[in-house]
């Protein structure tokens, strides 16, 4: 879901961190590059960019389990705030809730009636020409603070 929140904010934390470009190899599920290695800290978070595989963003862990393979790409070290962490989780949360195709939040109507049941949304929990409510809309506010203009 990190990956997914950041590509919505155009924002990958990269600030005043290292980005190691050229031939990555990844060998028995971990990156094996020493340039890598040098600069990585426990736990912390980088991007994997121009691979076929892996793709996306990571928590560097003696545990990475990631798909083997040697590309010409790019690794970005990320310094990702922990109160952004913790929204991420909240979407998570949310997206896990109201996500799935057979819950209220994602029904394109703001009411529904039948067999003598009915129900209408509250002002507000969906967006509008028909569209269903995703987690981009509803935490659009509380993201603004991390978007970027350019990646």
């Not at 003696?62 to 952004?84: H, Q």
């Amino acid at each position: 879901m990190l990956n997914a929140v950041c590509l919505e904010v155009r924002n990958f934390f990269d600030r005043n961190q290292p980005k190691i470009f050229g031939d990555i190899v990844i060998s028995d599920g971990a990156i094996t590059n020493a340039d890598f290695l040098l600069d990585i800290q426990e736990n912390q978070y980088f991007r994997i960019v121009g691979s076929v595989f892996n793709d996306g963003v990571y928590q560097y862990t003696d545990k990475l389990e990631l798909t083997d393979e040697v590309f010409n790409g790019a690794i970005w070290l990320m310094a990702v705030p922990k109160d952004f962490l913790v929204l991420v989780a909240e979407i998570s949360d949310w997206q896990q809730k109201n996500g799935g195709v057979d819950s209220q939040a994602m029904s394109p109507f703001t009411s529904e009636s039948f067999g003598g049941y009915s129900y209408s949304k509250a002002a507000g929990s969906s967006s509008s020409n028909g569209n269903a409510g995703t987690w981009q809309a509803a935490y659009a506010t509380r993201l603004n603070a991390y978007r970027r203009i350019r990646i």
